[in-house]
């Protein structure tokens, strides 16, 4: 191998966060695979790096010679992390280094840095050595003795956090108790479900679609995956040295998120929605955009056009105040109801031709609203506010569904 092979960076994997079985053909020619895949999700651990993989190695090197690979994946950190990881793979063989510079956090990081994968158990540990490297054996023991999942947890024997304040602790019971509230069947399951240090065998999470927000990866697997036998083993998270933790107030909501979005796919609902082939989520996400747009229309027009504000007249505000809401629902749409597809399609001339887009279709939907409003009120329920939710209910349907047609689709495969 040349020495620009020897240090170049893995190729990112695009497209649903999806992890193959093992064939020859997925892995490519000539490569074998291996006993275990080590993901080291890294952002500004410039410092810490070296440290990480040098002690992992040396570990591995002894229980696992030769069968092994370390994957740092690192989301383009400003301190070049992932250049300081680059240097070392001269010296360390099983290194490989992926640099994303389009997707960001430290799930996604995972899934993608075992998608490249060749090992028949995938692990992950923090890259800051808050995670005791010595727990790796016994991980991968308990995975050669049986288990399909080997969780690193703070909450058994053995285990614990060295020096976290009251509030701290708190907050870290805190969410696992809400977390147990809403989907006891998955943190109901470990002791740790915050724990970031785990392996799991490829097969329990091969072919399926995993779909992460935040930072929480272990919940998806558990919730997600074909998950029998978990051997938990205990261990003491250590203060960070160098660096500092990325945690902020956005994990906290991001964890919600993703408690509820599990809980929505793997219940009833999530059933019914792959059954019928109806994106449910999706469409509850719309309706409650359509919601929201509501208040925004009724507020505005309560600004422009009553007699105690502006006193503009009814019709001119009710344009604007429609045209505001529209507004609203585009943004709350295009960043949420539909974020995975716009988010590879940002550019501005892509986002103009949404919005158009969405203002047509929305603007039809009114006129298909009013349609139905009269012929329903006249020709079956001569109830005018019964017939107007079922006018909105159709206007709501027709506006989601054209709009998933025709305003977020995936047009640039690239
Ligand atoms: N690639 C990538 N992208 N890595 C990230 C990102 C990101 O957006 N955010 C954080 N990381 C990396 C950090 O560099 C570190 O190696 C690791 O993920 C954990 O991040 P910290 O910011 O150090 O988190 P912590 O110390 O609060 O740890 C908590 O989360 C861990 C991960 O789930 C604890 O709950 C741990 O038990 C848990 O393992
Ligand atoms: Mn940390």
Not at 75 to 91: C, G, N
Not at 123 to 138: A, K, M, R, S, W
Not at 212 to 230: F, Q, W
Request: aromatic residues 10%; charged residues 20%; hydrophobic residues 45%.
């Amino acid at each position: 191998m040349s020495n620009n092979q020897l240090t170049s960076l893995l190729p990112i994997p695009s497209g649903p966060l999806q992890i193959s079985e093992l064939t020859p053909i997925s892995m490519g020619v000539g490569s074998k695979s291996i006993h275990l895949s080590l993901v080291i999700p890294t952002y500004k651990e410039r410092d810490n790096i070296k440290n990480v993989v040098s002690v992992l190695s040396q570990l591995l090197d002894e229980a696992i010679p030769g069968n092994y690979e370390l994957i740092v994946v690192d989301d383009d950190s400003p301190d070049r992390t992932w250049e300081v990881a680059q240097s070392l793979m001269e010296i360390y063989p099983q290194l490989q280094v992926m640099r994303r510079q389009h997707e960001r956090g430290l799930s996604s990081a995972v899934i993608r840095g075992w998608q490249v994968a060749r090992g028949r158990v995938l692990g992950v540990i923090d890259g800051d050595l808050q995670h005791p490297p010595e727990v790796l054996t016994q991980l991968f023991s308990a995975i050669e003795q049986g288990a399909d999942l080997a969780v690193a947890s703070r909450h058994v024997e053995g285990g614990g956090v060295s020096s976290w304040s009251v509030v701290r602790r708190f907050l870290s019971r805190g969410a696992q108790v809400l977390g147990l509230t809403i989907l006891p069947g998955v943190l109901g399951r470990v002791s740790d479900p915050m724990s970031g240090y785990f392996m799991v065998r490829r097969n329990a999470i091969a072919a399926i679609t995993l779909n992460p927000v935040g930072y929480k990866i272990l919940l998806e697997v558990i919730g997600r995956g074909r998950v029998g036998e978990i051997a938990e083993v205990g261990y003491v998270f250590c203060e960070r040295k160098e660096g500092e933790s990325k945690v902020t107030w956005k994990q906290y909501i991001d964890y919600i998120h993703h408690l509820l979005r599990l809980r929505i796919s793997t219940g009833r609902l999530g059933k019914l929605s792959r059954k019928t082939n109806f994106p449910i989520g999706r469409f509850l996400r719309f309706g409650l955009v359509g919601l929201s747009g509501v208040f925004v229309d009724m507020t505005v027009l309560y600004l422009l056009s009553d007699p105690t504000t502006l006193a503009w007249p009814l019709t001119r505000s009710k344009i604007i105040a429609g045209e505001i809401a529209i507004c609203n629902n585009f943004l709350w749409n295009d960043a949420w109801t539909f974020a995975d597809v716009s988010i590879n399609q940002q550019e501005w001339r892509h986002r103009l031709k949404r919005f158009f887009k969405f203002n047509i279709v929305c603007l039809a939907g009114l006129v298909l609203n009013v349609l139905v409003l009269n012929l329903i009120f006249n020709f079956l329920i001569p109830n005018r506010y019964i017939a107007n939710f079922i006018a909105i209910a159709v206007a709501t349907i027709w506006n989601f569904w054209v709009n998933l047609k025709l305003s977020w689709r995936v047009t640039d495969v690239k």
